[in-house]
């Protein structure tokens, strides 16, 4: 059983800085790519960033530039950095981590969701 826990949410004005955090638990045999989605209201969730095992990142056009995904591999656990954060971008923010199996392809889990509201 692997659990995904999301921390750092919470309310920010627009142009401001947030940093959310991601651990990773459980029967974990290695990660491969860690990311972050949102889902904005009345949208479909989308992906922001993603980062591989070998650090390799790429971002939604939208972020780049803005937002910086990281990861600590001792820790399980991966980081998004966002910067001059817009109103349009309140959302739901979801880590998603591919979790690898003893045996067989790796597993994607997903965390909770952690609330950004951006306003002022």
């Known amino acids: 059983q692997v659990q995904l826990v999301e921390s750092g949410g919470g309310l920010v004005q627009p142009g401001g800085s947030l940093r959310l955090s991601c651990a990773a638990s459980?029967?974990?045999?290695?990660?491969?790519?860690m990311g972050w989605y949102r889902q904005i209201p009345g949208k479909e969730r989308e992906l922001v960033g993603a980062?591989?095992?070998?650090?390799?990142?790429k971002y939604a056009d939208s972020v780049k530039g803005r937002f910086t995904i990281s990861r600590d591999n001792a820790k399980s656990t991966v980081y998004l950095q966002m910067n001059s954060l817009k109103p349009g971008e309140t959302a739901v923010y979801y880590c998603n981590a591919a979790i690898r199996q003893l045996w067989g392809s790796p597993v994607q889990y997903w965390g909770q969701g952690t609330q950004v509201p951006v306003y002022s």
């Open positions: 459980g029967t974990i045999f290695g990660i491969a790519d």
């Open positions: 980062i591989r095992s070998d650090g390799s990142t």
